[in-house]
């Protein structure tokens, strides 16, 4: 199938054009990073109606790129959700307009397989069953793949996820946003790298915890202030750094050999952390996939690499169809209880 795939969970406007959920021929990222720099943060209204503003032309800049003409297209997919409820109305209701206007089926999309279906895109497929941890700005979740669109949810985090984590300690340490980037670049120029932050275990169980670890960087940065021997920014950067990827490897690669899976994969903004790339390789016996970068941040292109595998989703464009903002609700997925 070739697909336009729309995405705009978030604060990225995307569209591409995928063929056979394999091979990308063309993804284009519009960011609004800089619109929510201002804010230090996404303002869910700014996010939907600069979603609008781009949507159109960022979609006809995808088909410019792929040399491929409406009438070419299979279908049109877009993420129904999980997300911003403005900012994914924006785009499902656009696709539904061009796939009305063209005659063409739509296919909604869980962002989260979409993550996980980046590693498909342009490389080796990864084997299954899989065990995949999604990092974002939203989500931490840790999922068992058996199968091409079916999905067991073992754990995820119980408060921040790993990505709202980045950010909120690139605040409270004075960078920017999206802060991950930042206290990536920081945590590399440090010197001493003797300073050490807690790790949230929570034994026994698949899920994540972050909120005891920020609240531990606050402590560092106000000891800052007070003592002049405490540790350095970039130093509280890195240990900061050191203790996501030491926690967020060591239970995927535990999970997975527990579960006897054939790969492990790895997906979402968070994996784009050089760091954290580097953990997991080092410490999984088993084959581990990566995307690379710009495709483990929002993109379209995994938007519609989920699609292909989802041929039973497929709706006429005036079909009721709503968004689902909603965290994890793949398709086809359960919960282990
Ligand atoms: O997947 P994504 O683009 O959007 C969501 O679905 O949330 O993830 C965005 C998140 C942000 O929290 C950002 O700070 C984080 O991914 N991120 C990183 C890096 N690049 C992006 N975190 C750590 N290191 C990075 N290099
Ligand atoms: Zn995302």
């Given amino acids: 199938m070739r697909i336009l795939a729309i995405e705009s969970s978030c604060d990225e406007t995307a569209a591409a054009v995928v063929v056979d959920g394999r091979w990308m021929r ?11 720099a201002e804010t230090g943060g996404v303002v869910p209204e700014v996010a939907a109606r600069a979603h609008l503003r781009q949507l ?18 299979d279908a049109i997919a877009a993420t129904a959700g999980p997300g911003l409820p403005g900012a994914l109305v ?10 009305y206007a063209r005659g063409l089926p739509l296919i909604p999309v869980d962002h989260i397989e979409g993550h996980v279906r980046a590693n498909w895109l342009d490389a080796d497929p990864p084997p299954l069953p899989a065990i995949a941890l999604v990092v974002s700005g939203g989500h931490t979740e840790l999922l068992l793949m058996t199968e091409a669109g079916t999905f067991e949810r073992l754990g ?24 991950g980037p930042e206290v990536s670049q920081l945590a590399a120029t440090a010197t001493e790298r003797r300073f050490r932050l807690p790790r949230a275990w929570l034994r026994g ?49 535990a999970a997975a050999e527990r579960e006897g899976v054939a790969s492990v ?29 710009a495709l483990c941040t929002d993109n379209a292109a995994m938007i519609g690499a989920a699609a292909d595998v ?9 079909a009721a169809l709503d968004i689902d903002p909603t965290p994890y609700r793949s398709r086809g997925s359960s919960t282990r209880s």
């Fill in 265 to 293: 994969l790895v997906a979402g903004g968070v994996a784009a952390n050089r760091r954290i790339r580097e953990r997991v390789r080092e410490r999984s016996p088993l084959p581990v996939f990566i995307p690379p970068p």
């Fill in 205 to 253: 169980n698949d899920d994540f915890s972050f909120s005891g670890l920020k609240t531990a960087v606050l402590h560092a940065v106000e000891a800052r202030v007070e003592s002049a021997g405490a540790p350095a920014a970039a130093e509280i950067a890195w240990a900061f750094e050191e203790s996501v990827a030491d926690v967020l490897s060591r239970k995927l690669v």
């Fill in 26 to 36: 063309s993804n284009v990222v519009a960011s609004q990073a800089e619109l929510h």
């Fill in 90 to 99: 924006v785009g499902l209701n656009a696709a539904r307009g061009m796939a």
């Fill in 156 to 179: 995820g985090t119980r408060d921040d996820a790993a990505g709202e984590a980045f950010d909120k300690v690139a605040r409270l340490l004075g960078l920017g946003y999206p802060g």
């Fill in 310 to 318: 989802h041929p039973e989703a497929m709706v006429a464009p005036e």
């Fill in 56 to 73: 159109i032309p960022v979609a006809r800049r995808a088909l410019r790129d792929a040399e491929c003409g409406w009438d070419e297209l």
